[in-house]
């Protein structure tokens, strides 16, 4: 059976620009509803399951898809989904990191964790467990409410694209990516 995967990332975060927040929970801006709002109009007119990164910005934006739904899809918070962990770089400015260090980790992006953080390959493993478990599971259409890196996870499964090209692709806040299962190698 070909699933249809609905991967959509959270809308505008509350955050000051130049900020890391990876796994900090932060909430997300004013703009909310106008954006999930114009999310909401691309999706399906069901889904069969809804999962979801258990941080604040990805939970408000899955239950606000569950409640335009006239069959709600239940929600299925999984930590899996949750975004890169910058360790020690969490909430801090971009521009105001060890220099040295964040040029070490730009070089070797894939295999560096940050300071008592993770790497991509880190993120990758985990979100291809998740993958592997949903796979395996008879779901039609589901939609993952989630982030810039796991979808670049997913994208890079699905589309056998290099983890390292990934990064070159621009996934705005509150948009939709959709895969099919069939495509999977």
Same mark, same amino acid.
């Given at each position: 059976? +070909?699933?249809?995967?609905?991967?959509?990332?959270?809308?505008?975060?509350?955050?000051?620009?130049?900020? +890391?927040? !990876?796994? &900090?929970?932060? /909430?997300?801006?004013?703009?909310? /509803?106008?954006?999930?709002?114009?999310? %909401?109009?691309?999706?399906?007119?069901?889904?069969?399951?809804?999962?979801?990164?258990?941080? =604040?910005? +990805?939970?408000?934006?899955?239950?606000?898809?569950?409640?335009?739904?006239?069959?709600?899809?239940? $929600?299925?918070? /999984?930590?899996? =989904?949750?975004?890169?962990?910058?360790?020690?770089?969490?909430? *801090?400015?971009?521009?105001?990191?060890?220099?040295?260090?964040?040029?070490?980790?730009?070089?070797?992006?894939?295999?560096?964790?940050?300071?008592? !953080?993770? &790497?991509?390959?880190?993120?990758?493993?985990? #979100?291809?467990?998740? %993958?592997?478990?949903?796979?395996?599971?008879?779901?039609? *259409?589901?939609?993952? #409410?989630?982030?810039? !890196? #796991?979808? @670049?996870?997913? %994208?890079?499964?699905? *589309?056998?694209?290099?983890?390292?090209?990934?990064?070159?692709?621009?996934?705005?806040?509150?948009?939709?990516? $959709?895969? @099919? &299962? /069939?495509?999977?190698?």
């Amino acid at each position: 059976m +070909c699933m249809e995967i609905y991967l959509i990332r959270h809308t505008k975060p509350l955050v000051e620009k130049g900020i +890391c927040y !990876g796994q &900090s929970d932060i /909430d997300v801006r004013n703009t909310f /509803d106008i954006e999930a709002e114009k999310l %909401i109009q691309w999706l399906p007119q069901e889904l069969d399951i809804l999962y979801s990164s258990p941080l =604040l910005r +990805c939970i408000k934006l899955s239950e606000k898809i569950q409640e335009s739904f006239i069959n709600k899809p239940k $929600i299925i918070h /999984d930590k899996r =989904l949750i975004e890169m962990n910058f360790g020690d770089w969490e909430l *801090k400015k971009w521009d105001e990191l060890d220099r040295k260090l964040s040029e070490q980790w730009i070089e070797n992006i894939l295999v560096q964790p940050t300071p008592n !953080g993770e &790497s991509f390959y880190d993120l990758n493993l985990r #979100v291809t467990h998740f %993958i592997n478990d949903i796979l395996n599971k008879k779901i039609k *259409k589901a939609g993952v #409410v989630t982030h810039a !890196g #796991v979808i @670049r996870c997913f %994208i890079s499964r699905f *589309k056998n694209i290099s983890l390292i090209e990934t990064l070159k692709l621009t996934i705005d806040f509150a948009s939709l990516t $959709i895969l @099919r &299962s /069939d495509s999977v190698k």
